[in-house]
Protein backbone atom coordinates (compact mmCIF):
# COMPACT_ATOMS: atom_id res chain seq x y z
CA UNK A 1 0.00 0.00 0.00
CA UNK A 2 1.21 3.59 -1.05
CA UNK A 3 0.55 6.01 1.47
CA UNK A 4 0.32 9.53 0.22
CA UNK A 5 1.31 12.78 2.18
CA UNK A 6 -1.01 15.68 1.65
CA UNK A 7 0.57 19.50 2.26
CA UNK A 8 -0.25 23.06 1.26
CA UNK A 9 -3.42 23.72 3.24
CA UNK A 10 -4.14 26.61 5.84
CA UNK A 11 -6.20 29.55 7.02
CA UNK A 12 -7.78 31.76 4.02
CA UNK A 13 -10.09 34.37 3.79
CA UNK A 14 -13.51 34.28 1.39
CA UNK A 15 -12.18 35.03 -2.11
CA UNK A 16 -8.63 33.58 -1.15
CA UNK A 17 -6.14 30.55 -3.09
CA UNK A 18 -4.72 27.98 -1.58
CA UNK A 19 -2.43 25.04 -3.64
CA UNK A 20 -2.82 21.85 -2.33
CA UNK A 21 0.09 19.17 -3.33
CA UNK A 22 -0.33 15.44 -2.69
CA UNK A 23 2.81 13.37 -3.03
CA UNK A 24 3.18 8.95 -3.27
CA UNK A 25 5.69 7.10 -4.17
CA UNK A 26 5.40 3.97 -6.57
CA UNK A 27 4.60 3.72 -9.82
CA UNK A 28 0.98 3.31 -9.33
CA UNK A 29 0.53 6.50 -8.92
CA UNK A 30 1.37 7.35 -13.07
CA UNK A 31 -1.40 4.67 -13.87
CA UNK A 32 -4.32 5.27 -11.91
CA UNK A 33 -6.76 8.07 -12.00
CA UNK A 34 -5.88 10.33 -8.94
CA UNK A 35 -8.27 12.64 -7.37
CA UNK A 36 -8.81 14.84 -4.25
CA UNK A 37 -11.71 13.88 -1.64
CA UNK A 38 -12.60 16.36 0.92
CA UNK A 39 -14.41 15.61 4.40
CA UNK A 40 -16.17 18.52 6.11
CA UNK A 41 -17.34 18.43 9.59
CA UNK A 42 -20.24 15.77 9.79
CA UNK A 43 -20.43 15.07 6.79
CA UNK A 44 -19.08 12.32 4.65
CA UNK A 45 -16.27 12.37 2.96
CA UNK A 46 -16.29 13.02 -1.02
CA UNK A 47 -14.74 13.54 -4.19
CA UNK A 48 -13.71 16.76 -5.51
CA UNK A 49 -12.11 16.33 -8.58
CA UNK A 50 -9.95 13.84 -10.27
CA UNK A 51 -6.97 13.21 -13.38
CA UNK A 52 -6.73 10.77 -14.93
CA UNK A 53 -3.41 9.53 -16.14
CA UNK A 54 -3.20 11.61 -19.45
CA UNK A 55 -4.36 14.44 -17.07
CA UNK A 56 -8.07 14.59 -18.36
CA UNK A 57 -10.01 16.22 -15.44
CA UNK A 58 -13.01 15.60 -13.89
CA UNK A 59 -14.39 18.42 -11.34
CA UNK A 60 -17.83 18.17 -8.77
CA UNK A 61 -20.04 21.11 -10.06
CA UNK A 62 -19.72 22.86 -6.71
CA UNK A 63 -16.06 23.97 -7.39
CA UNK A 64 -16.09 23.84 -11.26
CA UNK A 65 -14.32 27.40 -12.81
CA UNK A 66 -12.90 27.69 -8.92
CA UNK A 67 -10.33 24.55 -8.91
CA UNK A 68 -7.84 23.08 -11.16
CA UNK A 69 -6.53 19.69 -11.02
CA UNK A 70 -3.32 18.79 -11.88
CA UNK A 71 -0.50 15.92 -11.87
CA UNK A 72 3.37 15.54 -12.57
CA UNK A 73 3.73 11.23 -13.05
CA UNK A 74 7.72 11.54 -13.10
CA UNK A 75 7.39 13.02 -9.79
CA UNK A 76 4.60 11.19 -8.74
CA UNK A 77 2.99 14.28 -7.31
CA UNK A 78 -0.77 15.62 -7.83
CA UNK A 79 -2.09 19.12 -6.81
CA UNK A 80 -5.29 20.97 -6.50
CA UNK A 81 -5.36 24.92 -6.86
CA UNK A 82 -8.34 26.54 -5.35
CA UNK A 83 -9.29 29.81 -6.22
CA UNK A 84 -11.92 31.98 -5.11
CA UNK A 85 -12.09 29.62 -1.76
CA UNK A 86 -15.31 29.98 -0.09
CA UNK A 87 -16.42 29.07 3.93
CA UNK A 88 -18.39 26.20 2.21
CA UNK A 89 -15.14 24.99 0.87
CA UNK A 90 -13.88 23.88 4.36
CA UNK A 91 -12.88 20.59 4.88
CA UNK A 92 -10.09 18.20 5.25
CA UNK A 93 -8.45 17.49 1.87
CA UNK A 94 -7.14 14.12 1.14
CA UNK A 95 -5.89 12.06 -2.04
CA UNK A 96 -6.20 8.80 -3.34
CA UNK A 97 -6.85 6.29 -6.04
CA UNK A 98 -10.78 6.71 -8.04
CA UNK A 99 -12.10 4.55 -7.12
CA UNK A 100 -10.63 4.24 -3.59
CA UNK A 101 -9.12 0.64 -3.15
CA UNK A 102 -6.48 0.45 -5.58
CA UNK A 103 -3.54 0.09 -3.23
CA UNK A 104 -3.49 3.68 -1.88
CA UNK A 105 -4.32 3.94 1.70
CA UNK A 106 -6.08 7.35 3.46
CA UNK A 107 -3.39 9.93 4.23
CA UNK A 108 -3.43 12.48 7.18
CA UNK A 109 -4.62 14.96 4.70
CA UNK A 110 -4.89 18.60 4.93
CA UNK A 111 -6.58 21.16 6.44
CA UNK A 112 -7.91 23.88 4.73
CA UNK A 113 -9.82 26.80 6.79
CA UNK A 114 -12.04 29.58 5.14
CA UNK A 115 -13.39 32.23 7.14
CA UNK A 116 -14.01 35.58 7.39
Known amino acids: QVQPVESGGGFVQPGGSLRLSCAAS????????MGWYRQAPGKQRGLVAS???????YYTDSVKGRFTISRDNAKNTMYLQMNSLKPEDTAVYYC??????????WGQGTQVTVSS
Open 96 to 105: NTVPTGLGFD
Open 51 to 57: ISSRSSP
Open 26 to 33: GSIFSINV
